[in-house]
């Protein structure tokens, strides 16, 4: 797993915008803790040799929604690429609940709860055939404008796909 110091976190050195705080139930020494912004963008990589070759992974970004606000029915678009591919985009809701059952983003893909106590969502799947490429990673909300906060970051995640 990239743990959320490994990540580029626009904003994320600014105290105003984001904390990094302890969480017990982390695996890492420091979670990323967002305060408040209107830009979200979050970007990650590893290279992949540090990955099996011959594999289908999937990445899942980590994280936690705790008193958070402007994440509800918001769109926000996960990518996952081989640096110079075009890759997968998607758009997710971060918010895990749902809130009228006839809203437009009910269809979105939702985050599920992992047995650490942590909430999780792919964020898109590639095939590492061993090549040395830089698989990058992204969230993005920057669109929309409104204010976010309450959203504990623990990392993203590399796996290989089951069924592979």
């Known amino acids: 797993m990239l743990a959320a110091r490994a990540l580029a976190i626009i904003w994320g050195n600014t105290e105003k915008y984001w904390n990094w705080t302890t969480d017990p139930e982390s695996r890492f020494r420091e979670v990323a803790k967002l305060r408040n912004v209107c ?31 402007g994440f ?59 090549i040395e490429d830089e698989v990058q990673m992204s969230v993005m909300e920057i669109k929309g404008g409104n204010w976010k906060r309450g959203l504990f970051l623990e990392g993203i995640e590399v796996r290989p796909k089951e069924g592979n």
């Open 39 to 69: 830009w979200l963008e979050i970007r990650g990589g590893i290279s992949s040799l540090a990955l099996s070759p011959n594999t289908r992974y999937a990445a899942y970004l980590v994280f936690k929604m705790i008193n958070a606000y």
């Open 72 to 130: 509800r029915n918001r769109p926000v678009e996960l990518s996952v690429n081989i640096f110079g591919d075009q890759g997968s985009t998607k758009t997710v809701c971060l918010d895990p609940e749902v809130e009228r059952p006839n809203n437009r983003f009910m269809a979105l893909q939702r985050p599920d709860m992992r047995s650490d106590g942590w909430l999780e969502i792919e964020m898109g799947e590639f095939f590492n055939t061993g």
